[in-house]
């Protein structure tokens, strides 16, 4: 069972974490998007400086908005408090290393309801996830090895990897059926069979996650019409 830590960082504390900037890039952007779904999400603070922070979106079936920020080590995510003398203390939700490129997607795995019940921070590099239409980015960040079948094209990732597939229709009307499963010690145990488009004005970014509070696999598909 997760105990959620009470870890209270003053901001001239939780500031080292960004101390060692990579220099090279002046900023960055990020968008966020949460997992699994629930109810529509509240803003929460991302560290941005010694003492700073901006609120961000984290919504759970699209990306956010860009935000553009200082370049830092970490991402970090959490909330402000006062105590009583007006001192301003920042707890720390979640965090992780992000990619030192330009351009970031931050996805967070939610381990429960409440932002103060924390997040898995996973960072992904945005340039890598440029892909035409009916095409399907799929990205591992579960701790175990999992894959599939879209269309005709099987594939399998480890945890960490990803590739594109751009597969061919089986279905009449552009469809693919499509299967997913993971692996166990001695088979694999499919999880989800559905059917997806693959239009040339669609395309899909797969996430494979483990829920934080059951370990159980799923999926987090967010799909983007292309305005061409």
């Known amino acids: 069972m997760y105990h959620k830590p009470v870890i209270h960082f003053l901001f001239c504390i939780a500031a080292v974490v960004m101390a060692s900037a990579q220099e090279e890039i002046e900023n960055i952007t990020l968008q966020f998007v949460s997992f699994p779904q629930g109810n529509r999400a509240k803003p929460v603070e991302l560290l941005v400086g010694e003492g700073e922070t901006i609120k961000v979106n984290t919504p759970s079936n699209e990306f956010s908005k860009r935000y553009t920020v200082p370049n830092m080590e970490s991402i970090v995510l959490g909330e402000t408090t006062l105590d009583e003398e007006g001192n301003s203390t920042f707890s720390i939700y979640g965090q992780g290393k992000h990619k030192g490129t330009k351009n970031q997607i931050v996805l967070l795995l939610k381990r429960g309801k409440e932002h103060s019940d924390g997040f898995v921070v996973h960072c992904i590099d945005a340039d890598e996830t440029k892909f035409g239409g009916a ?11 999992v894959g599939g079948k879209i269309g005709d094209t099987e594939f399998s990732l480890e945890p960490g990897q990803q590739e594109i597939i751009k597969p061919e229709a089986n279905h009449s009307g552009g469809v693919c059926q499509v299967t997913f499963a993971y692996k166990r010690p001695d088979k694999w145990k499919t999880f989800h069979d559905t059917r997806w488009p693959a239009h040339e004005k669609v395309r899909a970014m797969v996430f494979f996650y483990q829920n934080p509070k059951n370990g159980k696999v799923d999926i987090a598909p967010i799909m983007e019409v292309l305005p061409y």
């Open 135 to 145: 095409s399907f980015l799929f990205i591992n960040v579960s701790k175990i090895e």
